[in-house]
DNA sequence: CAGTATCCTTCCCGATACTG
DNA sequence: CAGTATCGGGAAGGATACTG
């Protein structure tokens, strides 16, 4: 038995949303494309509501994906830097372009959800 | 309960990645986008391996947030047709934009995340 | 400080069966 | 045809405690 995986290779647009739109990656992309190279503690204090081990886990899947990286500094107390890559700020657009949309539109789906909720 | 409120407020894409990139969404969106008005049997078979009830909780969603319009017609059998709206097609561009940045990019993603696996 | 380790819960999703 | 009902499994995510 094989498992289907035609829906991602019908859409094109599919496997670029497993990499960027996963779980609490569009805050951390958005916070070290915001306020630049942080470290752990300042990105976990950023990102309201993230536990240290999701934190890690998203970090390392952003780092093996190339997005951003990652910086040890062998010091007492150690500390580590994370930083936006260049592949990583090559969304910046992108992400400008969604934000764009966001203002245009995410008033228009408030409103459909509003009719569609009442009953139409 | 509530799920994350301060990270989508410091984001502002996360609001719409939560509503065009949910599980599902966008392969649905891209099959309606490219081949038009369509019965839910077609949808159901253009994207293989979903379940009717998958499919079904996807189109309501999409539907309530105003990006697809659902159209029933009382015949025997019943027709249902499903059609992106206007708002559902405003994101045309934006699909668009995400698609070339996988043309340009999804390689440099595979390149660094064999370099990881490989341990450099 | 920068994470790990462990446990636990929840939610999504797939499979299957059934209805108007 | 176009769904709904029900059940169950498994992975993501949260809470908490601990280490170099």
Known sequence: MQKS?????????????????????????WALHEFGRQRFVELE?????????????RLRQLERDGLVSRTYHAEVPPRVEYEITDLGASLGP?????????DAHLGEVEQARHSYDVGR
């Open 5 to 29: 995986v035609d829906p991602e290779l019908a859409c094109p647009v599919a496997p670029v949303v497993d990499i960027v739109f996963s779980r609490w990656t569009t805050p951390i992309l």
């Open 45 to 57: 204090r950023r990102l309201a509501g993230i536990t240290p081990k999701v934190l890690t886990q």
């Open 94 to 102: 992108l992400f400008a372009h969604l934000s764009n949309w966001a």
